[in-house]
């Protein structure tokens, strides 16, 4: 369902993006199968810097899907910025974010929806988990690592946070505290805020075309302090108490 510039849509998908000129048409045309016959909905590519065709071919798409639109970033700011402000200029009170490269199936989404409707207002997020990873034996083998020892230092119940595959209320998510390397804490986060979250398996694909914009050793480093920065915020939460009366006025 297509939606006018007057009303909200009931969903907004949101896609960083850095080079991925090859990924961009079959990605959009798998979005619109996979939303086809379901609620309203917009897609928001966030072009996170890119140097080659990127931009082009969503300009060009654009022009006969009126729920694609794209943000581009003046400069290459990492994934955790363009998802923040990809969701800060969506309508919808629900987000779901994808990779842009291929790898994650659109089709999974309407399930994602269907889930995070089911759990109802307690649950702040629906995360992917990965089967099947198409990734280097490398990557593969650093990524069990780091989900070692994420899992050890915050217990958030999930054996693969770098899934792109999320689905969450945007409210939630704008109330998390926002630094570079956010998209990796989504779980420890949401449930720090007193929220539940619900798992999925989803299975990998290989990339459409291209190659990986994110390195290992270019994120090792800030990897590491993120995670003690987290588990720092985990421990010191604080619950704030419930609102049982008062009153309020614009001020």
Request: hydrophobic residues 40%.
């Amino acid at each position: 369902m297509i939606v006018s510039a007057d009303n909200c849509p009931d969903v907004t998908i949101v896609v960083p993006v850095r080079n991925e000129g090859g990924n961009i048409e079959p990605l959009v045309i798998e979005i619109e199968a996979a939303m086809k016959g379901g609620g309203s909905f917009e897609v928001i590519y966030v072009d996170d810097g890119s140097t080659d065709n990127t931009e082009a071919e969503l300009i060009r798409l654009e022009v006969t899907r009126p729920w694609l639109h794209h943000l581009k970033h003046d400069r290459s700011c990492g994934k955790s910025a363009a998802v923040r402000n990809g969701v800060k200029a969506a309508r919808a009170p629900v987000i779901v974010t994808m990779d842009g490269d291929g790898q994650n199936d659109p089709a999974v989404v309407p399930r994602m929806l269907a889930e995070l409707k089911e759990a109802g207002p307690h649950c702040g997020l629906v995360a992917g988990q990965r089967l099947g990873r198409q990734d280097t034996a490398f990557k593969r083998l650093q990524s069990k690592v780091a989900n070692v020892v994420r899992e050890a230092f915050l217990d958030d119940g999930t054996r693969d946070t770098n899934c792109g595959l999320k689905c969450f209320p945007r409210a939630v998510y704008l109330d998390l505290p926002f630094f570079d390397g956010l998209h990796r804490f989504l779980p420890a986060l949401v449930r720090r805020d007193g929220y539940a979250i619900s798992l999925i398996d989803v299975v990998d694909r290989p990339r459409l075309s291209g190659v990986s914009n994110y390195g290992f050793f270019d994120r090792l480093w800030v990897g590491i302090a993120d995670l003690l920065g987290v588990t720092w915020l985990v421990r010191r939460r604080k619950k704030l108490p419930h609102i049982v009366a008062g009153s309020s006025r614009a001020l």
